[in-house]
């Protein structure tokens, strides 16, 4: 299967006036592709803090004590705040809660919702630019490398052509895509003008057909207008002349010439966005050596044919054949260290093994190995080989573990023997004592010294497949980095502009089911009900098109009829777009029709786990149990099962099963020792010793049992 | 069928209007809404957020004055609205004045209209008498337990102190009864005589919510409103709660009027229903018979949004939706609450009540 996100023993502590919570405890869950996973349990049982841990939006006196977030070969708990950035919003997404206290009051919500993509915009842009450069001086690096000295100043002359026609098909897109924006943005204003109009609005004829003349002005690019110059100028005489015969101040019937005066230039500017886009690419370098021609006198097709060729024949081969000398030569440079970094990993291993070792010493070491490990990457791979970048991280990560373990670990025994001691000494005295001896928290070092050797074992083994995997298509690895630069070239020039903006916006807010979202585009938040609210706020979650979706709670605060729909809706998007959710909620009635597979949590541990027919149908946990029937169904009559108490304080999580304290079905082990996972399927697993095979045999609730049968009768006894 | 038929009627609410003043125009948050409420018995209010049923539970309680209609607690008029009784004086002297093309109504027309405005205005006199002096003992036999058990309560005050408040409002001196009732309500509600010293703070959501009830049952009412009492709470707490409150019920025998949108817990805790939308009461009925043959289609657009606990038939599940405009035509033939089962009211005209019995063969 192909997972998407991976939690691995993720522990999340807070730091309170009181002591530190322990909110998460060692949780580990994947989350597949095109999956649901929901989390259930009540509040305090650590559900958001997960979803806030892989979103990296944790309150400040968060602890993050352990654990690893898997994300695209990334570790989310160790990235910097900037890569997070990129991730955030753009990757992962989060729906929140309360929908009232998740959009801001005085802004409109139009441009909350398009706040965040003129956001990213502006950071791509400039993002972009670098990348172009740097992949272009390492290629350089390495081609004047593989084709020896003599061969450097026609590398470097290369280089410097590839630049140079790209700075000039920049030019030539820009101008383009100026021009296609404004075109974008007159057809935004012409079907605000003609929809209001068809609604019998007031409007300010003569200023808004000033303006829209005034753009259609601006509609002038050689490429862009090619085959539509006479139209548009006629378009832009008739605009200009409505225009000026057009009264002053808002009129709401307007005549039917002015109409379809707007509707023209509407349908100008479609057919103009709909003509094929000519490569800028290939044109820049044609343009570059010949100046002089005129190429508008071609069609696109055409066009963008001829200067492929001529680009070809009198360039890219050329380069492609450099470029290909330096990928091969990048990558056996690459493959050699690979191998010396394996040899080395395997000798350092008896290294960080050996007794005694110093902090000071292995971290010197753990820095040679990273820039050793960091050396061999090839830098060339378009791929990026996560393992690898993260292998300096890792290692140091585990050193520091290690070692402070072996400084807290003697300070914790000895607080332990003296609180022991002293408890002893009260009860031989024949005194009463009501207070326990906080239990030692000692790290097993060997699993921790151990720790350090996995992260050079993984290195190792990952290195291996790599060597093993052969050489890989060098021709279509350069053709590729040519393609990457090309996107990343025109990435540079691509502007998101306002307009262009609302109109995906607008798109967006159709999508998510709020009717006639032109008048709701200039609203602000209160003018809308809670579940429009809620809406909104998916569309803005959605707005960057993520991998991920995160529903905190999203129905809690809504009604029956608008919870229904608000799920329906994310179901449908979730096909549509192959979305991942995690769906966090309490109310297992809500997960039973979204849900591929569920994590019951309590007191930050994950309890039991399943697909939805096996947590609803053959639950096996007693707080699962608790958690069904504490809440009636529409056939429940008897008495409800409550479940007894709170929730423990997680300042001082209990020993042994945490639910013990709650569980009528509690077992002796229970209150002694943590119940490992039982596995009931492949599939299902739970953790209470009730699972043992030595337990005595429990009934789960009659509620319960009850309403399985009723269940199992109403879909056939199919299950 | 309710159980409790037979009994007394407790409280009649006879055309309730509650109107709230938005600049120039009025909010409708209650529009001619009636129904009874039986001894004994629990009667659910359910409806989207928005619809009234809050703001119907605040005026039998008298936080808001009321538009028009009347209330009726113990048979004893506690609440009256004066607006029906101005619109129809208005309206017959407007008749009277006739318009300016129309013709002069005939005398014995004026005669007619002469005594519906006399009628009204002493209709106006009575009932701004009965609001004026209501029986204040009366009144402390309703109590109201609120949504929000942390914004209900004061955190100024001990709990002894907010348990206390409504009986040393109502004239109780005797601080050795006072102390014997706020530890008596203490342990009902199952928390500790302890707990009298505390601030609300020092209590979960849980016990807070038992705070509140054992504040609104030391009165010994007749009469509970239960405005939402478990929509705040985390579910393993809504199950004690919903537990207590079936306790209580069985030991002091109160009458209940349970308010929430959670209709699992409606259905498993009322005797009888209302369904409220957009101010109006579209269809009562006993539980069981609502959940087993809804009428209206706003409540059949409800009952199919329950989320349950049982994945295959809940991908199974269609979703009926509800378009008010598009599922009547009232422009004709305006719609009533009508009886069409023995105690299974809708909201329909008489197209529609002909179409309800078909479907159910009456």
Redesign the interface.
């Known amino acids: 299967m192909d997972k998407i996100l991976e939690v691995k023993n993720l522990k999340v502590s807070f730091r309170t006036s009181g002591g530190t919570v322990k909110a998460v405890r060692h949780i580990s869950f994947d989350l597949e592709r095109g999956k649901t996973l929901a989390i259930v349990g009540?509040?305090g049982s650590g559900k958001s803090v997960t979803s806030k841990a892989i979103l990296g939006i944790l309150a400040g006196n968060s602890i993050i004590e352990g654990g690893e977030i898997l994300f695209d070969g990334m570790d989310l708990l160790k990235i910097d705040e900037e890569t997070m950035c990129d991730i955030r919003g753009n990757r992962i997404s989060m729906i929140f809660q309360d929908p009232l206290s998740s959009l801001n009051p005085i802004v409109k919500i139009g441009r909350q919702i398009t706040e965040a993509m003129l956001l990213k915009d502006k950071g791509n842009r400039s993002t972009a630019r670098r990348d172009f450069n740097d992949l272009l001086a390492i290629i350089k690096e390495n081609s004047t490398a593989a084709l020896g000295k003599e061969s450097e100043a026609k590398v470097a002359e290369m280089c410097k052509k590839f630049d140079e026609f790209n700075i000039e098909s920049n030019h030539m897109q820009e101008s383009y895509n100026n021009a296609k924006n404004v075109a974008e943005d007159l057809i935004s204003d012409a079907e605000d003008f003609l929809f209001l109009a068809s609604k019998n609005q007031k409007l300010d004829v003569k200023s808004d057909l000033k303006t829209m003349a005034d753009k259609l002005k601006k509609v002038k690019d050689e490429f862009y207008t090619y085959g539509m110059d006479e139209k548009v100028d006629a378009a832009y005489l008739e605009l200009k002349n409505a225009a000026s015969t057009a009264k002053r101040g808002k009129i709401s019937d307007i005549p039917e010439g002015v109409i379809n005066a707007v509707k023209d230039v509407e349908d100008h500017m479609r057919t103009l966005n709909s003509q094929t886009e000519p490569d800028f690419f290939r044109i820049g370098f044609y343009k570059q050596n010949n100046p002089e021609t005129d190429l508008h006198a071609m069609p696109v097709e055409e066009l963008n044919e001829f200067c492929l060729d001529y680009l070809n024949e009198n360039f890219m081969l050329e380069y492609l054949d450099m470029e290909q000398k330096g990928v091969e030569y990048s990558y056996r440079t690459a493959l050699e260290k690979k191998k010396s970094v394996i040899d080395e990993l395997k000798e350092d291993r008896t290294f960080f093994e050996q007794e005694g070792l110093s902090r000071t010493d292995a971290h010197k070491k753990a820095k040679e190995l990273a820039a050793m490990v960091e050396d061999s990457i090839d830098k060339l791979e378009i791929n990026k080989d996560s393992v690898a970048y993260t292998f300096g991280h890792a290692l140091e990560d585990a050193i520091d573990r290690y070692y402070n373990a072996v400084v807290k670990n003697p300070k914790e025994e000895a607080r332990y023997a003296k609180q022991s001691a002293k408890r002893d000494a009260l009860i031989a005295k024949g005194k009463t004592v009501d207070w326990k001896v906080v239990p030692k928290l000692v790290y097993d070092l060997d699993e921790l010294k151990g720790n350090m050797t996995a992260v050079m074992d993984n290195m190792i083994v990952h290195y291996e497949n790599y060597i093993a995997a052969g050489e890989p298509d060098f021709s279509k690895r350069s053709v590729e980095i040519v393609d990457f630069m090309k996107y990343k070239a025109a990435a540079v020039v691509h502007k998101i502009t306002r307009s262009m903006a609302k109109e995906k916006a607008i798109e967006l807010m159709e999508e998510v089911g709020i009717p006639e979202p032109r008048i709701r585009y200039n609203q602000y938040p209160f003018e809308f009900?809670?579940g429009m609210r809620q809406r909104i706020v998916i569309a803005i979650a959605l707005a960057a098109n993520p991998d991920i979706l995160i529903c905190d709670e999203p129905t809690t605060a809504l009604?029956?009829?608008?919870?229904?729909?608000i799920?329906?809706l994310i179901n449908k998007l979730k096909a549509e777009r192959d979305l991942s959710v995690i769906f966090i909620t309490?109310?297992?009635?809500?997960v039973?029709?979204m849900?591929d597979e569920i994590a019951v949590m309590y007191a930050g541990k994950i309890v039991e786990f399943g697909t939805?027919?096996e947590i609803?149908?053959d639950p096996r946990h007693p707080y699962t149990w608790?958690?069904?029937?504490?809440?009636?169904?529409?056939d429940?009559?008897e008495?409800?099962?409550?479940?007894?108490g709170?929730p423990p304080n997680m300042i001082y999580p209990p020993e042994g099963d945490a639910f013990a304290a709650r569980n009528k079905y509690a077992l002796q082990i229970d209150f002694e020792q943590e119940p490992p996972k039982f596995h009931v399927s492949d599939t299902h697993w739970a953790a209470t010793w009730l699972l043992h095979p030595d337990a005595p045999k429990v009934e789960p609730p009659r509620i319960i049992v009850d309403?399985i049968e009723r269940?199992k009768k109403?879909?056939g006894g199919s299950? | 069928m309710s159980n409790y038929d037979n009994s007394e009627v407790l409280l009649r609410v006879e055309n309730l209007c509650q109107y709230f003043k938005m600049g120039k125009s009025e909010l409708k948050a209650v529009d001619n809404v009636s129904f009874d409420i039986r001894k004994g018995e629990v009667f659910g209010l359910v409806g989207e957020s928005g619809c009234g049923k809050t703001t119907t539970g605040r005026a039998i309680i008298k936080l808001y004055d009321i538009t028009s209609g009347s209330i009726y607690f113990k048979g004893q008029r506690i609440g009256a609205g004066i607006r029906s009784y101005k619109d129809a004086i208005k309206e017959a002297k407007a008749e009277l004045k006739g318009g300016k093309d129309s013709d002069p109504v005939s005398q014995e027309r004026a005669q007619e209209l002469e005594e519906i405005i006399a009628r009204n205005k002493e209709e106006i006199k009575k009932a701004k008498y009965d609001n004026k002096h209501v029986d204040k003992d009366l009144l402390t036999k309703i109590q109201m337990i609120f949504q929000d058990p942390i914004a209900s309560l004061n955190p100024r005050m001990t709990v002894k102190e907010i348990i206390a408040e409504g009986l040393v409002i109502n004239g109780e001196k005797d601080k050795k009864v006072i102390e014997d009732k706020v530890f008596g309500i203490l342990e009902q509600v199952g928390l500790v005589r302890e707990h009298a010293g505390r601030y609300p703070h020092e209590f979960s959501g849980g016990q807070r919510q038992r705070i509140g009830i054992a504040r609104s049952v030391v009165m010994h009412p007749d009469l509970l409103i239960a405005d939402e009492p478990i929509s705040a709470l985390d579910v393993s707490i809504q199950a004690q709660v919903i537990n207590l409150m079936t306790e209580l019920r069985d030991q002091l025998g109160l009458t209940i009027l349970f308010i929430a949108h959670d209709l699992s817990v409606v259905k498993y805790f009322s005797d009888r229903i209302g369904v409220m939308y957009y101010g109006n009461m579209v269809e009562l009925a006993a539980s069981d018979e609502l959940f087993a043959h809804p009428m209206h289609p706003y409540t059949r657009s409800l009952l199919s949004a329950i989320p349950l606990p049982d994945p295959r038939s809940e991908k199974k599940r269609t979703r009926i939706t509800y378009n008010a405009l598009a599922a009547h035509d009232y422009s004709v033939d305006k719609p009533t609450l009508r009886e069409i089962i023995p105690g299974h009211f809708v909201r329909c005209n008489d197209a529609e009540e002909k179409a309800y019995r078909e479907e159910f063969n009456l």
């Open positions: 009540e509040s009900s809670g009604d029956v009829t608008i919870q229904a729909q799920l329906e309490h109310d297992l009635g809500v039973a029709n849900a939805a027919d609803f149908y608790a958690l069904l029937s504490s809440m009636p169904d529409l429940t009559k008495k409800l099962d409550a479940i007894p709170t309403r269940m109403r879909s299950i």
